[in-house]
């Protein structure tokens, strides 16, 4: 079992800047990969960014430039700036690794508020 705890949310400023952290602890093989997601109140969860176990990033193509992800070790970062309303969501920290079946893991969450 992998668990998966985040912190590092709350509410900031439109403008302002959050980061997010997310610790995995359990039986994390050496390739995996981690990232983070986020769902808005009515919408479906979607993608905000990954990083690979080996150093390799994918973002949302509406978030690059604002959204930064990074990892050390099992613990993986991300960093969030110039914060806009509309990225008001909770964020979920998840952990996916590959034995003969794919495997996804998830954080409880945590909350994003992006108001004045």
């Not at 403008?15 to 093989?29: D, K, P, Q, V």
């Not at 079946?101 to 508020?113: A, K, L, S």
């Amino acid at each position: 079992q992998v668990q998966l705890g985040e912190s590092g949310g709350g509410l900031v400023q439109p403008g302002g800047s959050l980061r997010l952290s997310c610790a995995a602890s359990g039986s994390i093989f050496s390739v995996n990969t981690m990232g983070w997601y986020r769902q808005a109140p009515g919408k479906q969860r979607e993608l905000v960014a990954t990083i690979t176990s080996g150093g390799s990033t994918n973002y949302a193509d509406s978030l690059k430039g604002r959204f930064d992800i990074s990892r050390v070790k099992n613990t993986v970062y991300l960093q969030m700036n110039s914060l806009k309303p509309e990225d008001t969501a909770v964020y979920y920290c998840n952990l996916r690794q590959v034995v003969l079946r794919t495997y996804d893991y998830w954080g409880q969450g945590t909350q994003v508020t992006v108001s004045s």
